[in-house]
C-alpha cells in the first residue's frame, strides 16, 4: 500500500519497456499485467493463448492499475487486460473487443460489529482499489462524510479490512475466501458488469480478429478449462451476435 512508482521513474522504465518490445516486432503488444485476482488471471492466460493463436507475440508488464489506463489511452501501452465498458468514456482512445472476458462482480463487505445494518451509503469508512473505475464512479456519489480509503491493490485493502481499520471493503471482481476473524461481516454485491479486453485504437483493425480467436478457443474448450483452473465463473451473456457488427457501432 505505501510503495507508489515516483511519475519521471514510472515514465522512463515505461519507456524502456515499450522500447525494448517495439524494438524486437512492430506487431508486439505490451499490456498491465495482471492483478491478484482469479478474474485477472484467467484473462491473462486467454489472452495469452489468443495472441500466440494469431501470431502475435505479447508481454505483461507492472503497472499500477490506474496509472495503465492513462498509458493505454496515450497509446503507451497497447491496451487494457479487462475493463468495464465505462472505462471508454474517460478514456476514449480505448476499444473493446466484442467479448465479454468475465462478469465482473462489485462487492462491498461491511464490518457488522462496528456497522451493523450498513450499506454503501451509511458506513462511516470504506476501501477500495485505486484505479478501478467501475468502483471509483460509484463512490463519486457517496456523501461526502464518508472516509475514502485508497489501496494499491487487493492484498492491501483486505488487509485494512480485516484488522477492522475500516468499515467497510469495496472489491471489484474479487470475493473474500473465508470468513474474517473476530468479527462478523456481511457481503452484498452491489452490480454486476461485463468485463471486455480494450486495444488502442490504433489496433483497431485486430478487433474483430482477435473476438473470432477468442470464441474459437470458446468453442475447442480452452476457456472452459481455464475457467475452471482459476475458478472464474461463465459470463452470463455473451456477445456473439456482436461478431456480425461493425465494431464502431459496439464501441
Given at each position: ?5 515516483p511519475r519521471l ?54 503497472v499500477p492499475l ?174 456473439q451476435s456482436l ?9
Amino acid at each position: 500500500m505505501n510503495s507508489r512508482w515516483p511519475r519521471l521513474g514510472f515514465i522512463i522504465c515505461l519507456f524502456l519497456a515499450a522500447s525494448t518490445a517495439l524494438a524486437s516486432s512492430e506487431q508486439k503488444l505490451i499490456f498491465r499485467s495482471a492483478l491478484d485476482t482469479p478474474a485477472a488471471q484467467y484473462s491473462q492466460a486467454l489472452l495469452s493463448e489468443a495472441y500466440k493463436a494469431m501470431g502475435i507475440p505479447v508481454e505483461f508488464i507492472t503497472v499500477p492499475l490506474g496509472r495503465s489506463l492513462i498509458e493505454s489511452n496515450r497509446g503507451n501501452l497497447s491496451g487494457e487486460l479487462a475493463r468495464v465498458l465505462e472505462a471508454t468514456q474517460s478514456y476514449p482512445n480505448l476499444r473493446a473487443v466484442p467479448y465479454v472476458l468475465f462478469d465482473t462482480d462489485v462487492n462491498l463487505y461491511v464490518n457488522q460489529t462496528k456497522c451493523a445494518g450498513c450499506s454503501l451509503s451509511t458506513v462511516n469508512s470504506v476501501v477500495y482499489i485505486r484505479g478501478a473505475v467501475i468502483l471509483e464512479n460509484m463512490l463519486q456519489a457517496l456523501p461526502s462524510d464518508i472516509k475514502l480509503i485508497q489501496a494499491a491493490d487487493t492484498a492491501a485493502a483486505r488487509q485494512l479490512y480485516e484488522q477492522q481499520k475500516v468499515d467497510a471493503a469495496l472489491f471489484v471482481a474479487y470475493s473474500l475466501p473465508e470468513q474474517p476473524q473476530g468479527f462478523d461481516s456481511m457481503m452484498q454485491t452491489l452490480k454486476t458488469v461485463p468485463d471486455y479486453h480494450m486495444l488502442h485504437k490504433r489496433y483497431q483493425p485486430l478487433l474483430q480478429a482477435l473476438a473470432k480467436t477468442l470464441f474459437k478457443l470458446e468453442a475447442d474448450g480452452t476457456a472452459a478449462r481455464l475457467r475452471q483452473q482459476f475458478g472464474v465463473a461463465s459470463p452470463k451473456h455473451q456477445l456473439q451476435s456482436l461478431l456480425s457488427q461493425p465494431v464502431a457501432e459496439f464501441h
